[in-house]
């Protein structure tokens, strides 16, 4: 005997409350939790889709930048070259 009634099944329950928090959460404000819950399925799937890309551009320029600086270069420690700074 299968479910007897429409509905979602604990799996996609369970991606849906995750993508509705995503939204509420990362939106910073702009969304409440009954808004989201009634957009059209195609909206807060995208308007997801849009918050994940942003969020993963900003972490690869975070990593970008700080390994920028970074001391180690393919496992081993890069010495500063002092020779080439100006003294004062």
Known sequence: MGLHFFGLT???RAGLFAQLHDIVFHGNGGYSFETVYQLPIWLRKFIH????????KKNKAQENQSGQGSTLQNGHIKAPDYSTKASR
């Open 49 to 56: 889709r849009s918050i994940v890309e942003h969020y993963d």
């Open 10 to 12: 604990p799996e996609y």
